[in-house]
């Protein structure tokens, strides 16, 4: 069964950051989360969780918390985060494309 995916359950905010090196003035690197430029805000829903997803990134090591739909935005990807609207921050792990959904996607997200 195919995850029902409506612009209107979209209610979630969430603004796209990635992950930014920066010299902690002590020889070392500091990596802090900063918004992308440009239009970062998108509206996501939350979706469901299947079995086969969850056995799929067990197989693979990855722990993921939380499941999402949104429009497709080119800096929706893994690696980059998402940062509620209660500043807590969730790191993109996989992106995928759902059949029948076309300019939507799916991101398999990890809570930091």
């Not at 979630?12 to 900063?34: C, H, K, M, P, Y």
């Not at 086969?52 to 918390?65: D, L, N, W």
Request: aromatic letters at 8%; a neutral charge; glycine letters at 10%.
């Amino acid at each position: 069964m195919r995850d029902k995916i409506s612009i209107g359950s979209m209610r979630l905010r969430f603004v796209i950051q990635q992950e930014v090196a920066e010299s902690d003035n002590g020889g070392g690197v500091e990596t802090l989360w900063q918004d992308i430029d440009g239009n970062s805000g998108i509206f996501a829903q939350n979706l469901a969780f299947k079995t086969e997803e969850k056995m799929r990134f067990a197989q693979i090591g990855k722990a993921v918390t939380h499941k999402i739909a949104a429009r497709a935005h080119p800096q929706l990807k893994p690696g980059n985060g998402l940062k509620d609207e209660e500043e807590r921050l969730y790191r993109i792990e996989s992106v995928e494309h759902p059949s029948g959904h076309a300019g939507y996607v799916v991101c398999f997200l990890k809570r930091d």
